[in-house]
């Protein structure tokens, strides 16, 4: 259908257009996908200053074309033992969030996300120093492929990080709100707790769910990601990155 042409506009409806870059592969895959949202957030990484790093797959791609400009821009702060590693390794300075201050930028995965640019996060297990990193930041650019893009969120199950004494009590006061809480086995995060990822929640109210959620005692933090939502949501998907808004 496409025959490769660089540079071609392509229509994707309700009048969105997507601009068909000279080697944007012509048969994408998931992968692809996320490695195209994540060479387009490079736009997004400032002069100078320091930035945020996300945790997962699509956030250690950026991580690798990051690489490719590591002299303009100071450091970054990482949202992940994985992710501090994987920068050091590529050379790039990283910085403790108390030293480094106010972020410019924010650049991260989601397992979820809705077109208003709410996300379900954690599939990973590094949702709470995500989430602190992101609210350092000034923008917050989420890079995903289109495989995330879903009407109502829940349907990946709800990533909790809790406080390993109080995990039945939570669990038991999720039950209450409508979710079937599921330990992960086998999982400490990186700041010694557990997580229970929810299923069969629909998230018709990200906000008040994430809320709510937070007010459990024992709950470090929810994988939803409403109050403060990505700012720019970059969508890799197969005929160009999308971006919204
Ligand atoms: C990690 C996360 C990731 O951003 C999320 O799981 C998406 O991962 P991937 O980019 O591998 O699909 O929230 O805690």
Not at 92 to 118: K, M, Q, W
Not at 121 to 142: H, N, P
């Amino acid at each position: 259908m496409e025959g490769g042409l660089p540079g071609r506009l392509w229509s994707w409806g309700f009048g969105l257009f997507f601009v068909r870059k000279a080697g944007y592969p012509a048969a994408m895959n998931q992968d692809d996908m996320k490695k195209a949202a994540a060479q387009a957030a490079l736009e997004f990484v400032p002069v100078g200053g320091v930035i945020g790093v996300g945790t997962g797959s699509t956030a250690n791609y950026f991580i690798d074309y990051l690489a490719t400009i590591k002299g303009r821009f100071d450091g970054a702060v990482a949202s992940s033992i994985a992710t501090a590693e994987r920068l050091k390794k590529h050379g790039i300075p990283v910085f403790d969030l108390n030293e480094a201050g106010s972020l410019t930028v924010y650049v991260d995965g989601a397992d979820e996300t809705t077109i208003h640019r709410a996300l379900i996060k954690g599939g990973g297990g590094a949702l709470t120093r995500e989430k602190i990193v992101a609210a350092a930041s000034r923008s917050f650019v989420c890079i995903a492929d289109e495989g995330k893009l879903v009407d109502v969120l829940g349907r990946f199950p709800l990533p909790i990080e809790v406080i390993p004494m109080a995990r039945s009590l939570v669990a038991r006061e999720i039950v209450t709100l409508g979710g079937e809480p599921v330990l992960r086995q086998g999982f400490q995060t990186d700041n010694g707790n557990v997580i229970l990822d929810v299923h069969g929640l629909k998230i018709l109210d990200p906000v008040a769910l994430e809320e709510r959620l937070n007010n459990i005692t024992g709950v470090v933090t929810n994988g939803l990601f409403a109050r403060r939502g990505a700012d720019i949501l970059l969508l890799g998907t197969k005929q160009g990155v999308r971006r919204l808004p």
